[in-house]
């Protein structure tokens, strides 16, 4: 369905030609749509084809060699030979197909969680919906923040700006309307009944009918949005990718040393070209990079799994250096379920039983139940708190629906309460205007007609703000002046609410009869002042274990809200942020941040724990002066004026459920839940991931260094060929495969939040990874080597020369394949040894090191697959002596980790 020229039509004339109507479109409708139109993206998602993903692990220049090679022996008749090869080279390469498929599948899914959604109307009921599901005809709802999903023809629009300049260049957000343009030739940048794919709306809201999807779109003719997650290296990678190509060097030249040894000692010019390429296939450490592409997608997983989606993976890597979190209080400390309790009319506190969004509830003057219906101030205070809102409250037999902001659906709530009907009330008092609120002006009016026919204006908003536009007040059915004492008592009595943890707003009103333009300024003053309902909020239970949790860890946690500070006070101590003898010395209002230079700012800020009545622009101060002084801060946010922080921060956190899209797009992760706790959950993954990745590394290349070693001073020192080509490759096999996989799904270490958090300069190859690394290399030729030369001189005094290298090479590779097996148990922790850690914590690790040891057995005691191998049966003495090396070679590693953690010696690896 392509509408030429919208813009001209007028709202009855687009609607009838897209075939729906103001309440949308049908569910069924919809689907049939959707499969009639196609999905509306722009470029289909990235596909994933596994041929191509096995195809691309044969470009690694040393496999292709090494194929080359073996089809070369095939030709000069070592048939068998090359053919064990090759399916060993082709098993590595099924290894690295899975591994990469399974980070693509994994990636994939990622972007699926992170890609935007639109509410729509649908059957006149409000639906969050995949951006993506959005099809012509579709009535879509606008507020500021929002991202526009698709174009659009404007058919509401209240004080609607919608800032277009990632499409049209123009830097002003543009006002718009719903009149139609007769001119079908007008430029996009002055279709102001229109809206358009990818802009967003910054001020006011409205509903648009969609004209045009995906490719139709006007950004889809010039295929310029980027509409999922982002793929870039992260900074660990790079980091990886130059130590890997290094190694990789190195790792060569000693390989190809050793080769050209081999053959001045007289072997075979081919046999040692393969054995010298195959050692390189397996001691070169091409794969650090992707490992960490597999680590970090596969742990997003797991985030995902606890509500946090990363959007960007090198945030993970930052989550575990973050020592200051930036939360918001409402909703994300607390649980976002605002509950009126207390409402001051008349000179008196009126108290409402309930909980949350319960819509069963009493109201009580003193001792005595009253009828709210019954008093004139209470029915006006709950009349003006819910028509001058835009929260819905569809409350049915079964089950409540409910739609907007926490604040708004509490004053829905207790005007219910009071046996409010809301959809009469909604006709009765028809809305003709609005001036929606906005964080400066701290305060949301609506104006109606009566059922008298007269114009009035509802004002609810921050009661130091309401009260100074306020020139009246009602009291008892009457209208007297408001006095300066009076205005002073009314604080008073808003402060004294406030120190019990309630949200206070303010309502008033005030009659229009002849004003016409409804502007702030013109309807925002010589208001007539009701009173205060005061709400609250209580924190979630899981906060305070999870506070617990961060001072341990080193984190330091603000709480950052736009309440009274008294509300944030009372909270912050509730939750433990402060204590009773804290004071007010770690608190700071907006006021007076405004009123200090950004010099006497920093000098404070490592002392404040609380900010409060601070705006979305406070937030970018606040983050700078942490990050001037050296922290890795993490920040929340949700409305589209915390963007600017969230993008300033090291870790920009966006709430999933009440977060715009503009600051969903700015952040590197999303709360699912919006919920303080996940952020600590998502810390406590972002270290374990890293520490993973660690792990990987250090069996890895303790196991490459070993190899490498090991053959270079066998060949020096004039031993015959420890390894054949084929041991090594199967070496490498079994090592890369399962215990290496099942080392990047280790569970965290039990004090992995006891630790402080990593400092973000600090390499991955720290001095006490380097020793692991080195001590476990060293290990393997120190051990080795005498081993081999052992068994092979005992052997060749009572077999052949032939027999004696073949069982000589058998022990070791037996003997190197079941090191390398252990060896994955002190690498699963820098300072913990195996036995503190436990062999049976990491079910994966076991079944693989089980299923590695069983396959290298038969490969040594099945007939048929010993000239396969070049394998012999070995004695069980000298199967019990290589166990025995394996487990002794263990306990050195973790003595070596003891020595470090004690100081002895003066060995301690920092």
């Given at each position: ?96 197909f ?86 079908p ?109 597999i ?23 930052t ?32 108290k ?43 409350s ?11 604040t708004?659906?509490?004053?829905l709530?207790?005007?219910v ?61 009457e ?84 309440d ?46 609380v ?49 715009t ?8 992760m ?13 810390v ?73 958090p ?36 005992r ?35 820098e ?17 693989g ?9 038969l ?46 010696l ?5």
């Amino acid at each position: 369905m392509n509408i030429e020229n919208p813009h001209t039509m007028k709202v009855e004339e687009i609607l009838k030609a897209l075939k729906t109507t103001p309440k949308g479109l049908s569910e069924e409708e919809a689907k049939k749509r959707l499969k009639q139109y196609g999905p509306n993206e722009l470029v289909a998602a990235k596909k994933i084809y596994p041929l191509k993903i096995f195809l691309e692990q044969f470009k690694d220049v040393l496999v292709i060699i090494l194929l080359i090679a073996t089809v070369v022996s095939m030709l000069i008749g070592e048939f068998l030979d090359a053919s064990v090869i090759m399916a060993i080279v082709f098993a590595c390469v099924l290894l690295g197909f899975t591994q990469e498929y399974r980070a693509e599948k994994a990636l994939e899914a990622l972007k699926k969680l992170a890609a935007p959604t639109a509410r729509v109307l649908r059957n006149g009921r409000i639906l969050e919906i995949p951006a993506r599901e959005v099809v012509p005809g579709d009535i879509i709802l606008i507020e500021a923040g929002d991202r526009i999903p698709a174009d659009a023809r404007l058919i509401e629009a209240i004080d609607l700006h919608v800032d277009e300049a990632v499409l049209t260049g123009e830097s002003v957000p543009v006002s718009k309307t719903i009149e139609p343009l007769p001119d079908p030739k007008i430029p996009v940048a002055d279709r102001k009944n229109m809206v358009f794919m990818g802009t967003h709306a910054t001020y006011g809201r409205g509903k648009a009918v969609v004209s045009s999807t995906g490719m139709n779109t006007e950004f889809g003719k010039i295929a310029g949005m980027l509409q999922y997650v982002e793929e870039e290296k992260t900074p660990l990678q790079e980091r990886l990718e130059h130590v890997g190509k290094w190694l990789g060097i190195l790792c060569l030249v000693v390989c190809f040393a050793v080769a050209a040894l081999g053959i001045l000692r007289g072997h075979d010019i081919l046999e040692m070209f393969i054995w010298g390429v195959s050692l390189a296939v397996a001691a070169v450490p091409e794969a650090l990079p992707a490992v960490v592409t597999i680590s970090l997608a596969v742990g997003v997983q797991r985030m995902v799994k606890r509500n946090a989606i990363v959007r960007k993976l090198y945030a993970v890597e930052t989550l575990g250096c973050v020592n200051v979190i930036c939360s918001d209080k409402t909703g994300t400390i607390t649980k976002n379920e605002m509950t009126v309790r207390e409402i001051y009319i008349d000179n008196k506190i009126i108290k409402v039983t309930g909980s949350g969004f319960d819509i069963k509830g009493e109201f009580y003057d003193g001792n005595n139940k009253i009828n709210p219906q019954n008093m004139e101030s209470l029915s006006l205070i709950l009349r003006i708190g819910a028509l001058c809102n835009n929260a819905q409250l569809e409350s049915k037999s079964e089950s409540t629906n409910i739609v907007g902001d926490p604040t708004e659906v509490a004053l829905l709530v207790s005007a219910v309460k009071a046996g409010i009907d809301l959809e009469e009330l909604n006709k009765n008092y028809s809305r003709i205007g609005e001036i929606p609120f906005d964080s400066n002006r701290k305060c949301m009016t609506t104006i109606h007609r009566t059922p008298e026919g007269e114009k009035v204006a509802y004002v609810k908003g921050a009661p130091e703000v309401i009260l100074q536009k306020c020139s009246y007040i009602y009291s008892n059915g009457e209208i007297a002046k408001l006095t300066e004492e009076k205005r002073q008592e009314l604080l008073e009595i808003t402060q004294k609410m406030a120190s019990n943890a309630l949200r206070v707003l303010a309502m008033a009103y005030k009659k229009l009869n002849g004003v016409e333009t409804y502007s702030a300024e013109e309807v925002e003053k010589d208001l007539i002042f009701v009173g205060l309902q005061g709400m609250i909020d209580p924190p979630r239970d899981e906060v305070i274990p999870a506070m617990e949790l961060c001072k341990k860890a080193g984190i330091r946690v603000i709480m950052i809200t736009g309440d009274h500070k008294l509300t944030a006070v009372a909270v912050a101590k509730e939750i433990g942020l402060l204590d009773e003898t804290t004071g007010d010395k770690h608190v700071l209002t907006g006021a007076e941040l405004d009123s200090m230079s950004d010099e006497e700012f920093e000098k404070v800020v490592d002392e404040v724990s609380v900010y409060a009545r601070v705006s979305p622009e406070h937030k970018v101060r606040i983050v700078n002066a942490l990050k001037k002084k050296g922290y890795v801060v993490a920040m929340t946010g949700d409305g589209v004026n915390d963007a600017p922080a969230v993008k300033r921060a090291d870790v920009g956190i966006a709430m999933g459920i009440k977060g715009t899209d503009v600051t969903k797009e700015a952040s590197e992760m999303i709360l699912a839940d919006d919920n303080f706790a996940t952020i600590v959950a998502a810390v406590e993954e972002g270290r374990g991931i890293y520490d993973n990745i660690k792990k990987y590394l250090m069996f890895l290349l303790s196991c490459n260094v070993g190899e490498i070693l090991l053959m270079f001073v066998a060949s020096l020192i004039g031993l015959p060929l420890p390894l054949l080509a084929i041991h090594i490759l199967l070496i490498n096999l079994t090592t890369d495969g399962l215990p290496a996989i099942a080392l990047s799904v280790d569970p965290p270490d039990p004090d992995i939040m006891k630790r402080p958090p990593r400092d973000p300069k600090e390499s991955v190859f720290t001095p006490r990874i380097k020793g692991i690394i080195g001590t476990g290399g060293s290990l393997m030729a120190i051990i080795g080597i005498p081993l081999f030369a052992w068994v092979y001189f005992r052997m060749l005094s009572i077999s052949s020369p032939e027999f004696a290298l073949t069982y000589a090479q058998t022990m070791l590779f037996w003997w190197m394949t079941l090191f390398e097996m252990f060896r994955a148990f002190p690498c699963r922790s820098e300072r913990k040894t195996s036995f503190e850690l436990g062999f049976t914590t990491n079910k994966y690790l076991l079944y693989g090191i089980l299923s590695s040891i069983i396959i290298t057995l038969l490969i040594i005691y099945v007939p048929a697959l010993q000239p396969l191998f070049k394998t012999t049966p070995l004695y069980f003495s000298d199967v019990l002596l290589a166990v025995a090396l394996s487990i002794s070679s263990l306990i050195v590693i973790d003595l070596g980790k003891t020595i470090a953690n004690k100081g002895w010696l003066k060995l301690r690896l920092k």
